[in-house]
């Protein structure tokens, strides 16, 4: 596919159907792209496509199935509005960390494939803002999906979630007061399974 050039084709590019419940147009959305008139659109059309389905089939589509519906924060950054949220202190890895994450039309530096969406599962905020535990979704879709790396904020228990080739499967956190990271290859939760720490989740969630 060629990149847009006029607001029909960028139109036209926001209608393809990454999955059955989720467009490309659905991440594209950015405030720091907004706010400083930056284009947040794919060189590598081909290349982002086939990542952004990768993360919607392996990883969004069966989450919300499981516990209703996903709003996605924020999701690709062209490596325009990556460089510039970096250089200007906005949360923005630099644009190397980034590839195959946020910027989802860069392979990494292993040329590995990859994508992100930082997500809200708002089913889960009131249990969340009840209990304050996030490791309850975390240890579930350790246990249940091809993930490779999620990281947990404060507001509403949003967090990034990756897909990659080659997935990591590396959890972390900038919830106080457990900061830091909650499991990665080579700790001793890592391995198993983790039913207990989502049961009660689970219970009032509904099974």
């Known amino acids: 596919m060629r990149a847009p050039k006029t607001v029909a084709s960028l139109e036209e590019l926001g209608r393809v159907r990454l999955s059955p419940n ?73 644009n190397e960390k980034n590839y195959a994450h946020h910027i989802w039309d860069r392979r990494d530096a292993a040329g590995r494939m990859g994508a992100t969406a930082c997500i809200v599962v708002n089913r889960f905020i009131p249990y969340y803002e009840r209990t304050g535990d996030w490791e309850a979704m975390a240890w579930w879709v350790h246990d249940h999906l091809p993930y490779s790396a999620m990281e947990f904020y404060p507001r509403y228990a949003a967090f990034n979630l990756n897909w990659r080739e080659e997935p990591l499967r590396r959890i972390s956190s900038m919830i106080p007061p457990r900061r830091g990271v909650l499991t990665k290859p080579g700790m001793g939760n890592w391995e198993g399974r983790h039913e207990a720490a989502y049961a009660g989740m689970l219970e009032e969630l509904g099974k």
């Not at 991440?27 to 792209?33: K, N, R």
């Not at 392996?58 to 209703?68: D, H, I």
């Open 22 to 94: 989720f467009f490309l147009r659905d991440f594209l959305h950015s405030e720091i792209a907004q706010m400083h008139g930056l284009r947040n659109v794919p060189d590598d059309l081909d290349l982002a496509i086939a990542a952004g389905k990768a993360l919607c089939k392996n990883l969004l589509e069966p989450l919300q199935e499981r516990f209703g519906r996903i709003s996605i924060r924020s999701s690709y950054r062209s490596p325009e509005v990556n460089r510039f949220g970096n250089e200007n202190g906005l949360n923005c890895a630099t």
